[in-house]
């Protein structure tokens, strides 16, 4: 049974580290050809990091080492919650009691801070401008991060994920109820935003639309092959956790056949994948700072949430 956990927990976090450039990789592939482009192969992500990883790192002037650790300890923070929420294996792995719900969404908010701290340290103002607007807008995402997960708390009576994914697997008519649809659609929302998603921003080095990207406008070499990795890895655990915990709880296995969850998440992801194109491609960006308004309309779904979960017996 040890060395079983010990597999799963290796599995997972391995799974985490290698698999989410690939899922970067499939979503702009699938982009270009909604757009009727040709686009870059879905191992292009793999390409720039191994391409950033043979580059010189360049050190700005006036920096400390906050600028040359801190993009390592957020890629070992998002590790850490790869240990601690159900991504790939239901059941609990090695590290799982040491956080929960609330834990792993205050863990997402320390690897933000980090990067945004690291972003400052550089000196430059088109980083300190898209660190400005983060925090423009994070205040909001962050509350209606925590209010989403302490609300799923209280319909399982516990903050522990494993317990709520199993407890929607067991109750399927909990996945259709008003309280888990508004938890859904808020902790959608958040995931749109947090990973650039919405279509409210472009995101690339232009000004209007340097936002995260701003944060790394002075990283190369080898820390822009760890910042942009720690990005794939946020994308794909706030992904798994949508998809695992809310949308689609079912289909993972733990135990002796637990190698079979490796085809259901890339099933599950092809499916959040579509459904993220459609998004990007059908709707028309607006002004950059409307974000405050979508974000302030996920925070009000999840506070409706929280008041249906006390409400609705």
């Not at 898209?130 to 994070?138: A, D, K, L, Q, Y």
């Not at 472009?202 to 990207?213: A, K, T, V």
Request: glycine letters at 6%; one cysteine or more; a neutral charge.
């Amino acid at each position: 049974m040890a060395l079983l956990l010990l597999e799963e927990t290796i599995t997972q976090l391995l799974f985490v580290i290698l698999v989410s450039p690939l899922f970067a990789g499939i979503m702009a592939k699938f982009k270009s050809r909604v757009e009727s482009r040709k686009g870059q192969s879905i191992f292009q992500p793999y390409y720039d990091i191994a391409k950033y990883m043979r580059k010189e790192t360049l050190i700005p002037a006036g920096s400390s080492g906050l600028f040359l650790y801190l993009p390592y300890i957020s890629f070992g923070v998002y590790c850490l919650i790869a240990l601690i929420i159900p991504v790939l294996i239901p059941a609990p792995i090695y590290f799982t009691a040491s956080a929960d719900f609330l834990g792993g969404a205050i863990l997402f908010t320390l690897a933000g801070f980090l990067k945004m701290v690291a972003a400052i340290d550089t000196r430059n103002n088109f980083s300190a401008m898209g660190v400005s607007r983060i925090m423009s807008f994070t205040f909001l995402g962050e509350g209606t991060l925590i209010t989403v997960f302490f609300a799923v708390s209280l319909i399982t009576g516990t903050n522990n994920p494993y317990v709520t994914s199993a407890y929607l697997v067991d109750h399927p008519l909990s996945n259709l109820t008003l309280v888990h649809v508004f938890a859904t659609l808020a902790f959608f929302m958040i995931f749109l935003y947090e990973t650039g998603k919405i279509p409210l921003e472009s995101s690339g080095l232009h000004e209007l639309g340097m936002i995260d990207e701003g944060m790394n406008y002075e990283y190369s070499g080898k820390l822009l092959a760890i910042n942009k990795w720690s990005s794939y890895m946020k994308q794909y655990l706030l992904g798994s956790v949508l998809l695992n915990v809310f949308l689609i709880p079912w289909g993972l296995t733990s135990g002796a056949s637990f190698l079979l969850d490796l085809p259901v998440m890339f099933g599950k992801w092809l499916i959040l994948i579509a459904i993220i194109v459609i998004i990007e491609t059908s709707l028309s960006k607006i002004r950059l700072f409307k974000i405050v308004d979508f974000l302030a309309a996920a925070f009000t779904f999840s506070i409706l949430f929280l008041f249906l979960t006390e409400l609705i017996p």
